[in-house]
């Protein structure tokens, strides 16, 4: 079951028409889209201030029993915000859809585990360098066929975008731990660096992976002598 939020105010008319149209695209990819606005707008009036506050907490306990919540479009309206803070508060994964009217962004997975989304990073991870280190790329810099968390953590093996400062280019390098493949893309296509926790998950989900993130053994003998 998926939350789908988008805006409300403003154009009423156009932004009630588009969240019908994201419903019916995400329903097309094979999930339960819910916007609380189609909903909860039947009967509580958005300009009335009462009914507004009404509307925004039936949605907020909505999104509570939802498994995962989609945040259409780039602009965030005030609603949007909170219901952001709720689902970063209660670990509600969550995904947000650049282009809502291309299936192409909607975050669905090519097999039966789920992308991984920022909440599946460690904290102010993105502020780091990312030398060295594993991320999660964005789901939607995946063609839908190869869309899933085993393709979306890499290692950084160098680039200037490795750090957080950088100035002349945001470009970091990966290698997929797992296939060898190599690609170089921004730094902002990336989440972050995987919670430990995430990790281990994904080590179960794909046995190869946990092979490959194994540290290499020790060689017998003595080296010194």
């Known amino acids: ?4 939020a988008s805006p409300l105010r403003g154009d009423y008319n156009t932004n009630i028409k588009n969240a019908v149209e994201y ?24 300009t009335i201030p009462e009914q507004r506050e009404q509307g925004l907490s039936l949605g907020l306990a909505l999104l509570q029993k939802a498994d995962e919540l989609w945040v259409m479009g780039t602009t965030f ?42 909440l599946d990073c460690v904290p102010e991870s993105s502020r780091e360098s990312y030398k060295d280190q594993l991320v999660v790329l964005r789901h939607e810099h995946l063609r839908p066929e190869y869309r899933t968390s ?20 945001d470009t970091i390098h990966l290698t997929h731990p797992v296939d060898g ?7 902002g296509d990336v989440w ?5 926790e995430m990790m281990d998950c994904i ?20 080296l010194c002598r």
């Open 1 to 4: 079951m998926v939350y789908i």
């Open 150 to 169: 085993r393709n979306q953590v890499w290692l950084v093996t160098h680039g200037p975008g490795c750090r957080p400062d950088y100035v002349h280019s």
């Open 23 to 46: 419903c019916r695209l995400a329903a097309e990819k094979g999930v339960l889209p819910l916007a609380p606005h189609i909903i909860f707008s039947q009967w509580c009036n958005d």
């Open 77 to 118: 309206s005030q609603g949007m915000q909170g219901e952001v803070e709720f689902a970063q508060e209660h670990g509600i994964p969550m995904f947000f859809v650049t282009y809502p009217h291309d299936l192409n962004y909607y975050p669905v997975s090519a097999d039966e585990n789920r992308p991984l989304s920022k």
């Open 203 to 222: 080590r179960q989900a794909y046995p190869e992976f946990d092979a490959a993130l194994q540290p290499a053994a020790e060689p017998e003998g003595d």
């Open 181 to 187: 493949d190599r690609m170089a893309i921004r730094r």
């Open 192 to 196: 972050g660096v995987p919670k430990p």
